[in-house]
């Protein structure tokens, strides 16, 4: 069965460096996410995209943080100048164009630390 | 933001009898509402969604019942085994918006008990 991948699964980074996220979506999706959990927190949502560009952005995807789509496979996250808050599980996920079905699919997450 | 609420935060159901997990939403925007499990160090999985034009949807153990007027929603897993112990999210989502993102609950961590 398709699955969505996510690499790398665990980055240590120090505070300010760069950061990039990437994620392998399921291959007939068409919107991707980006959403993120904070130990002890909810899954939070990010970012969405569609036809290559961004459809909604939440407060906490402030201009740190950017997506880009950069071949037809992958998905990336990245984030500038990273904080110590910026801490948490980055998970990707996908859908289907639209339907009557609206359920999007996780990656297995990666665990970002910020030292 | 408690627009999607688990007061629950862990349920401990003996293996075979039923686990029922609830969860309440206050926006009025939402239609379409899935379960995820989640285990330690994995994304959440899906398990099974309902559309607001529906008030039950059923796939094999497990079925969602949805009560538009209070806002509420509840899983139930029957019978409950074992190895569906993990974190279950509730999450809400209004499809008419532009991107259907997901506004999830809390979590409730079911223990199933051998």
């Known amino acids: 069965e398709p699955e969505v991948t996510q690499t790398p699964s665990h980055q240590v980074t120090q505070m300010g460096q760069e950061v990039i996220l990437r994620c392998v979506p399921i291959s007939n999706h068409l919107y991707f996410y980006w959403y993120r959990q904070i130990l002890g927190q909810k899954v939070e949502f990010l970012v969405s995209?569609?036809?290559?560009?961004?459809?909604?952005k939440s407060e906490i995807f402030d201009d740190q943080f950017s997506v880009e789509r950069p071949d037809g496979s992958n998905f990336t996250l990245k984030i500038r100048s990273t904080k110590l808050e910026d801490s948490a599980m980055y998970f990707c996920?996908?859908?289907?164009?639209?339907?009557?079905?609206?359920?999007?699919?996780f990656g297995p997450g990666t665990r970002l630390t910020v030292t | 933001d408690q627009q999607v609420k688990q007061n629950s935060p862990s349920l401990s159901v003996q293996e075979g009898r039923i686990s029922i997990l609830n969860c309440d939403y206050t926006?009025?925007?939402?239609?379409?509402f899935l379960w995820y499990k989640k285990y330690p160090a994995e994304g959440p999985t899906f398990l099974i969604s309902?559309?607001?034009?529906?008030d039950k949807n059923e796939d094999g153990r497990f079925t969602v019942f949805l009560n538009k007027s209070a806002k509420h929603l509840s899983l139930h897993i029957v019978p409950s085994q074992p190895g569906d112990s993990a974190v279950y999210f509730c999450a809400a989502s209004a499809v008419g918006g532009a991107t259907n993102k997901l506004i999830f609950g809390t979590g409730t961590l079911l223990a199933v008990q051998p």
């Open positions: 995209f569609y036809n290559n560009e961004i459809s909604e």
């Open positions: 926006n009025s925007m939402f239609d379409y």
């Open positions: 996920a996908s859908r289907k164009a639209s339907g009557s079905s609206y359920e999007q699919y």
């Open positions: 309902i559309s607001s034009i529906k």
